[in-house]
Every structure is written in C-alpha cells, then in structure tokens.
C-alpha cells in the first residue's frame, strides 16, 4: 500500500503492415500507457512521427456531427438503456438522415425563439403606451404639431416647453409615467424644435410604434401572435424531443463507437515510424507484462516483437535510479542494433495501490497531488488517522450515525469518481464519531449514553473520557491539550521516519540521516527537553499530570528527569549540526518541531468548541441545572422548582443536590416553548452538524496536509491511462 504499482517501460516493433492489428489488440487489453514519440531518432535511426490510419478524418468528422446531435437534443448519458452493436452503414446515410432532420428542426427552433423574442420586446415597448392612455394614431401624422412621448418629471418638461422661443403653443397628456407632449412650433421653426427644446432635461423619450389603435388592442395581437408562435415552438421542441427518445441510445452508442475509431486511427501519432516498420512504446504494469506479450503474440504472431525495457524507480531528482535486469522477459531490441534503446525518458504512470475501504481516501492525496513514482503513497496513513481526528474532535453518536448515513447514500449512490470516494472517507468519519461519542457518553450532546449504558448498565461512574466542559470535569479540557500535543509528537514523527526510509532507499543511509535523522532527533530531543524537570516550573503541569498514575489517562508517565531533559535538549543541538551540515538554509526552521508540534492542539480545541456549541443548543432549549459536585444536568424530564432553590439555597432533584439553575429552558416556558424550543433544537443541530465539517473536517485536513504531508510528500506523479476505452454504451458481441 505504501508503494504504488511497481511500472515497465515496453517496446513494441513491428512491420506497418500489421499495425492495425497490432492497435486493435493493445486498444482491447488497455495496459499500455503510450508514451508520445519526441522524434529523438530522426537523424540516427530515421524514424519519423507517424500518421494517421486511413479513415481518421471520416470518423472525427462524424463525431463532431454526433456530439453536435447530442447538444442538440439534449441526450445524456442516462438516457442509454442498454449497450449495442454500431455497425458502419449505421454511421453513413442513417446518420445523414438524423442529422438533416435535426438541423432543420433546430433551424426552426431558432427562427420561433427570434420571433418570440421579437414580439416579447414589443410587447415591453407598448407598456408605456398603454400607460399613456391615447390611442396610437393620436401621436403621429400632424403637419402643424410636433409630438414627443417620454418617461421622467412632468415639471421640468412643462418648463422646458414653456421657456422655448419656438414653440408657441403646447399641451401634455400624462399618464403614471409617461408623458405625451404636444407643441406648435412657431413659423420657420425647425422640425425638431420640440424635441431641441426637451435637451437637457431628464426626460427619456420613446419611438413612437407605427401602429394605430389603442395600446391595449395591439397588445392584445401581440400576445396572440405569440402564443401562436409559442404553440410552433412547442410542436418544434416535441418534434426534437421524440427524436431524441427514439434515437438517444443510437447517438451514445454512434459516439462511443467513434471515439473509440478516433483512438485507434490517431494512435500513429504516438509512434515512431518508418517506410516499413513502427515502434510503439508505454507504461504498464510489471504484473501484467506476460499476458500483455503473451496477447499480442497470439493475436499478431512472430510480426510483432514485444520487449521489456525497464522496471523503474526512479530518484527524487527524476534520474533513473535503479534499473532493473529485465533479459529473462525474452524481449528483443528490433529497434536499433544498439540493444535496448528508449525512445523518451519520461517518468512512469503512477498506480496508487490501494484497495477496499482504504481506497477511497486516495482522493484526500490526490486533492495535493498524485504521489510520485519514486515516492511511498501516504493514503494508508490518512486512512488511519484522519477519521480518528475527526471523530475525536466531534465524539457524539448522534452525528456519528448521521455522517454515517450520508457516507453510505453517497457511496451507494453513485458508482465512482470524487462524490462515491467522498462518501468512503464520510462513513469511516462517521464511524469513528460515532465510536468517540459511545466512549464520550453522548448523543446530540446529551449524557444519555452515560446514564444507560455506563452508568445503568455497566456501573461505572462517568463514561471512560469526557469532553470537560463542567466544572466538575474541566481537567479534561486541559488533559486533551497534553493528548493533542502527543498525538502532534507522534504523527509528525512518522512522517520523518517515511522520509528516512525513502532517503535511505534513493540515496542512502548518509543523506537519510542528514536530510530527515536530523529532524527527527530536533523533534524529539526538544519534546523531551520540554516534558522533563530542567525547566523547572515553566511547562504547564497538566503536562505532567495527564498521563501520570492517578492522571486522567493513567500511562504512569509524570515526565522525564532533569538528566535525561538535558540528553534531550542536546540530541536537539546534534540534530541542527546535521541538518546544517546538510542545508545550511534549512536551520531557519529550527522552531519547526515546536510550532508544527503545538499546532495539533487544535484537535483539543475543536473538540471543546463543538461540545460547546451542541451544549449551548441543548441549554436554551431544555435548560441546565447545577449539583453541589460541579456537574451540569439538562432538564429533560423538567428543572428543579426555582423559588424553592432560592428560599433554600440547595434542592434535590433526580438524585442530585442542586445548588443552581444557569437556564431554565425554553422548553419549560409553556406550549409556545415546546414548539419554539423543538425549533431551535432541530435547527441548531443542524447548524452544529454543518460546522462539523467545516471546522473538524478542515482542521484534520490541515493537520494532514500542513503538519504531516510536508515531512516526506511531494506529489506531482501522472495519472495511469492506458490505451484503449472503457466501453458504456457500445459491444462488440
């Protein structure tokens, strides 16, 4: 799991003649990742990029056509029903004979939607008109009368009119906002004298329509001319939309079936070739090696020579490091008379191996980066400890069993990519809160689990960890802080040993314990350093409380002794010298194992932050009483009665000396309480379940990616895409 799937670099030569053969075999086995040729044996050996089978134009062309059909009736690719043969005469006149009909169609289509938005257009510009009030032919066609229809301020226009030397005469009919104003020009006056007048005032004159009659008539033909245009449309759109059921399959099988053709007659370009021979070469896994020979030897017999040019690993500076001896594959360098010559030096594909309920937590990685060939894949890792901060930082089995829930719906739902992956890393998140939550004692911030199961049911007094929100457990608050920074020491730790082994392995034990055995020494020896007595009094002493014998975790660790806090802090000293001797500059970080250390005490916070919201819902709703211990109790089942706590100072009730009431609880207000109380609860649950994600989903992301990847992890390796097509709506039986 921690490497991905080791890779070979194979050759595959062959006479031109039989090719097609040859691309139809590999197309079927899809294992060969095709490294492009870079034409680096043009000048020595003459081999050139090759071209494209005949027939690839034809088939791109057709595909285009196809994809274009599709856009335009809408097909998805959930309208296929079943998988089917294409054979060649159904993608020449059948298809021409779709796609004329369509395309007239659409045409038509387009045409009405002109119409339409012709008319709508016209429709909004007689608006004002009927607005106005006047008929039509009342504001055209004078020849002694000059008229202006507008929208703004009456009073401005008026003494606009009125202070213009070239109108003699006016009047304006007005509606809600438009306006008609009609003027006399005097004799000689310009044509445009009314509207030269108007200049300058915020006044938005309209096109009068040519049209006559009232507003309201002509509106009235426009709406029938458009539902009339509305009824073609719609005989348009069911035309298309019968086409689309009845040739839907046909559209995704056509498609499919050309891109496949596409593949195949444009692999060329990917080979080296001659006159007479073509060399192909790729990617695939070592483990299939034998069937991917054994295939092409069946399949295409002695024409084809197929051999295997390297196993790869490959160093973090992208040279070959470790090639491994390959002979015994009985491959053959018909190439060149040189042996085993590649046509490219590029880097393998990258196949994360993973599998069941680890493997959906690859796209937690790949949201970083793809992990390099050279380099260990840290999903196994991510599985193991992301749902764990997850569901330490939340701990209630209530959303545990709703992040549960959502995980399976996605994961069920849908048959692969990021959303059924997400699902996989929701239900172990879920799983794991709801676990916290059993070991918390709570269910929706309710110690119901507590008081059955712990409690009721196994006799214990308090369930095995709590969340320390009340004073009577507030020492747990700062015990998780002292667990944080544990949990920080020994994830970060790992990190550094991952690095160690790939250093150790690609550059050897030298570089291994200069580049990441100095880190680890840092990290430790400071740890240690702050975890003993030779500080005296300056560390907190929950430090040294939480995990000593009678702690709240009782590990019989109180710290280390003022000796060996000394060692420590000089084995951090040994590690700089290293890490100096190897990078200088690398020594600005020398605060790194504090700060990357103490950053994990956000799992402490986030988890007191949340109880403290699921706490608050549950107060205003149902209250919360205080007992002589410090603990907190919800009302539930009622509060105690207030005017007898008052009068004497302390009441039992349910078994508890109460001495305080923080809330009484909206809940116990009455009937309008209990429907505004269930509200807010159901409401504030959900607020809290949301925020859940976003903050204990991205805090442990953080954790994951800021504090850990960054120890060892570099990404940045390429996707495994093997030749060939995973077929949907196609077969070939």
């Known amino acids: 799991m921690l490497r991905p799937e080791q890779m070979s670099k194979v050759s595959v030569t062959g006479s031109k003649g039989v090719m097609p053969e040859v691309i139809e075999t590999v197309h079927d086995l899809r294992l060969l990742h095709v490294t492009e040729y870079d034409g680096s044996w043009q000048e020595e050996f003459g081999f050139e990029t090759g071209s494209p089978i005949e027939g690839a134009e034809s088939a791109s062309d057709k595909l285009v056509t196809v994809r274009s059909l599709k856009s335009i009736l809408g097909v998805e690719d959930t309208d296929s029903g079943r998988q089917r043969i294409v054979p060649d005469d159904a993608l020449g006149e059948p298809l021409e004979e779709i796609r004329a009909e369509v395309n007239e169609l659409d045409d038509r289509r387009s045409e009405l939607e002109n119409e339409l938005r012709a008319v709508d257009e016209e429709i909004?510009?007689?608006e004002p008109f009927v607005d106005l009030g006047l008929d039509l032919d009342l504001l055209s066609g004078y020849d002694t009368l000059q008229v202006v229809v507008g929208q703004g301020k009456v009073e401005p226009v008026e003494r606009a009119v009125v202070d213009a030397d070239d109108i003699s005469a006016y009047e304006i009919f007005s509606g809600e906002r438009t306006h008609a104003v009609f003027g006399r020009p005097v004799d000689g006056a310009d044509e445009m004298a009314l509207a030269d007048a108007l200049v300058g005032v915020e006044f938005a004159t309209l096109e009068v329509p040519d049209a006559s009659g009232s507003p309201e008539e002509h509106i009235r033909d426009l709406e029938q001319q458009k539902r009339e245009t509305e009824s073609k449309l719609e005989t348009v759109e069911s035309e298309l939309h019968d086409i689309a059921v009845e040739e839907g399959e046909f559209l995704l099988a056509a498609e499919e079936r050309l891109a496949i053709d596409v593949q195949k007659t444009e692999a060329p370009l990917s080979f080296a070739t001659t006159e007479n021979a073509f060399v192909a070469e790729g990617w695939i896994p070592t483990e299939r090696y034998n069937t991917f020979a054994g295939t092409l030897k069946d399949e295409v017999g002695e024409h084809v020579a197929v051999e295997e040019l390297e196993r790869a690993e490959f160093s973090r500076d992208g040279h070959d490091h470790a090639r491994e001896d390959v002979t015994e594959t009985g491959g053959t360098a018909a190439v060149t008379d040189g042996g085993t010559v590649s046509m490219s030096n590029d880097d393998p594909p990258v196949v994360q191996k993973n599998s069941g309920a680890?493997?959906?937590?690859?796209?937690?990685v790949q949201a970083v980066n793809r992990p390099n060939y050279h380099e260990l894949d840290p999903t196994i890792i991510l599985f193991l400890t992301f749902p764990t901060f997850f569901g330490?930082?939340?701990?209630?089995?209530?959303?545990?069993?709703?992040?549960?829930?959502?995980?399976f719906f996605l994961y069920s739902k849908f048959e692969d990519g990021a959303l059924k992956s997400m699902g996989g890393v929701t239900i172990a998140?879920?799983?794991f809160t709801t676990l916290f939550g059993i070991l918390y004692g709570e269910i929706f911030g309710f110690h119901l689990i507590t008081q059955y199961f712990w409690e009721g049911m196994l006799g214990l007094s308090h369930p095995p960890i709590e969340k320390g929100l009340s004073p009577a457990t507030s020492e747990w608050a700062l015990g998780w802080l002292t667990v944080s920074v544990a949990v920080g020491i020994f994830h970060i730790n790992v990190g550094y040993i991952l690095d160690f082994f790939e250093n150790y392995e690609l550059h050897g034990a030298k570089e291994a314990v200069l580049e990441s055995g100095s880190w680890i020494l840092m990290l430790n020896g400071l740890w240690i350093w702050i975890f003993s007595d030779a500080l005296g009094g300056v560390p907190p002493e929950f430090l040294f409380t939480t995990f000593a014998a009678d702690g709240l975790i009782p590990l019989g660790f109180s710290g280390f002794s003022f000796t060996v806090g000394w060692?420590?802090?000089?084995l951090y000293f040994l590690g700089a010298g290293l890490l100096g001797t190897a990078e200088l500059a690398e020594l600005v970080e020398f605060a790194a194992p504090l700060s990357n250390v103490l950053s994990y005490t956000r799992l402490g916070a986030v988890l007191i932050a949340k109880a403290s919201m699921a706490f608050a819902v549950n107060l205003l709703v149902f209250g919360v009483y205080v007992d002589d211990h410090g603990g907190w109790h919800f009302g539930l089942g009622g509060m105690p009665d207030a005017a007898a706590l008052e009068a004497a100072g302390t009441v039992s009730y349910h078994g508890h000396e109460?001495?305080?009431?923080?809330?009484?609880?909206i809940f116990h207000t009455g009937a309008a309480g209990v429907v505004g109380g269930l509200l807010v609860l159901v409401v504030g649950h959900l607020v809290v379940l949301a925020l859940g994600v976003t903050s204990a989903g991205l805090q442990a992301v953080r954790l994951e990616y800021v504090e850990f990847f960054n120890k060892f992890f570099e990404g940045g390796g390429r996707a495994y895409n093997p030749f060939g097509y995973d077929r949907e709506f196609t077969t070939e039986d």
């Open 124 to 126: 909004d510009a007689m």
């Open 358 to 364: 680890v493997k959906p937590f690859e796209i937690l």
């Open 429 to 431: 998140a879920g799983l």
């Open 567 to 570: 060692i420590g802090l000089g």
């Open 658 to 665: 109460v001495t305080e009431i923080l809330f009484g609880g």
């Open 392 to 407: 330490f930082m939340i701990g209630d089995f209530g959303y545990g069993v709703i992040y549960t829930a959502i995980g």
